[in-house]
């Protein structure tokens, strides 16, 4: 039987695993911050209808600069957004390895500020861009002095920024991001997959775009909006940017059927949003039962908590989910993260978690 060894694949692909969280077959799965609550009916209906209306005419390409999908994102962005100032893709991660093919490649480097997303480094591996991790504090926190003195240092061609931060929860004060700004050489990717999910008063990248032609800031339907099936993620910036993505982007790579769906959804984004105050009270329900059981919690103002296990994660996490609760080891020592779904799960999820005590 071929094995990867016995192909002349890339060296610095060699020993190295696939991204993926295991899809396991049990009660409660919380360990992809999927959202929890399915599509309301009205919504199917919707999508379907949309999606019926592009079947006849498949042997077509599809809009190849989803003009029409661009403008109903602006539209739902609000700040005095173009559709000019919008791209979309098959999910953020496409957008961000676009961002990638661009700005970075063989010769460039990327930073980012660890633990962080985890794909953020595969991506850079996969376009040939050098990955420069840099640790955050031991509270997770990031402050403006700290990433201001490490893009001085290692002067990177990108720079990854999360708010808020996967897998820690945490946002960021745009005054980190505004003198990362005032210092990065080249690109500065602002990672805002969660913003719906934040907490009263944090504030987007978004009020930052204006002035800041190497700002970029991406975003995705697959969480607050329900939508991860549909794979839909997009960025946010000037217009120069939008332009030098497509200069990388695969033809037609953006379906007719996802872009019809993510039209539908975007129309109905009050109904699907409805879920999001559920969600961040489900959270915050999470956050404040842990920290009075005595365990160490992450601040959060996404739609998942990483709370501490003690020494040995990995024990922990096969516990829980001997309890029927898959969470998610992210290959922090002594954490373990968690999504918050209904309220049914956290029910469960706590209920595990006395296992642990």
């Known amino acids: 039987m071929t094995t990867l060894d016995d192909l002349p694949i890339r060296d610095d692909l060699r020993g190295r695993s696939p991204y993926g969280a295991p899809q396991l077959d049990v009660a409660v799965r919380l360990n992809t911050n999927e959202n929890s ?6 919504v199917v209906e919707a999508i379907g209808k949309a999606l019926a209306a592009e079947l006849r005419d498949l042997n077509r390409y599809p809009d190849r ?3 029409a999908l661009r403008a109903d994102l602006a539209g739902y962005l609000g700040h005095g957004i173009t559709a000019e100032q919008v791209w979309a893709a098959n999910g953020s991660n496409e957008i961000q390895q676009q961002l990638l093919q661009a700005f970075g490649g063989p010769g460039r480097s990327a930073l980012g500020f660890v633990p962080a997303y985890s794909m953020h480094p595969l991506l850079s591996l996969g376009t040939g861009t050098r990955w420069v991790p840099v640790q955050r504090g031991v509270d997770f926190g990031l402050t403006a002095d700290e990433a201001v003195a490490q893009v001085r240092a290692h002067r990177p061609d990108v720079v990854f920024l999360c708010s808020p931060n996967n897998p820690t929860g945490t946002a960021l004060d745009p005054a980190v991001v505004a003198a990362v700004l005032d210092v ?6 602002l990672d805002e997959a969660y913003a719906e ?6 504030a987007s990248a978004l009020s ?3 002035g800041h032609p190497r700002l970029v800031v991406t975003r995705t339907m ?3 909006f329900g939508f991860a099936g549909g794979r839909l993620g997009y960025l946010v910036a000037d217009p120069a940017v939008v332009a030098a993505v497509q200069l990388v982007r695969l033809p037609y790579h953006l379906s007719a059927l996802t872009q019809a769906a993510a039209r539908a959804a975007l129309a109905h984004r009050d109904v699907l949003l409805g879920t999001v105050d559920a969600i ?4 915050d329900r999470i956050v404040t039962t842990l920290r009075a059981r005595g365990h160490r919690v992450a601040d959060s103002d996404a739609n998942f908590v990483l709370f501490a296990v003690g020494d040995d994660q990995s024990a922990a996490w096969r516990t829980l989910l001997d309890a029927g609760v898959l969470v998610r080891d992210v290959g922090l020592p002594g954490w373990l993260r968690v999504t918050a779904g209904t309220p049914a799960e956290t029910d469960a ?3 595990a978690m006395e296992k642990l005590s």
């Open 37 to 42: 609550y399915a599509v309301p009916e009205p």
């Open 65 to 67: 600069e989803a003009v």
């Open 184 to 189: 990065a050489p080249g690109m500065v990717v």
């Open 197 to 202: 999910f934040a907490r009263p008063g944090t």
């Open 208 to 210: 930052l775009l204006s």
């Open 222 to 224: 697959s969480k607050a």
């Open 280 to 283: 961040k009270e489900q959270r």
């Open 349 to 351: 999820f706590l209920t």
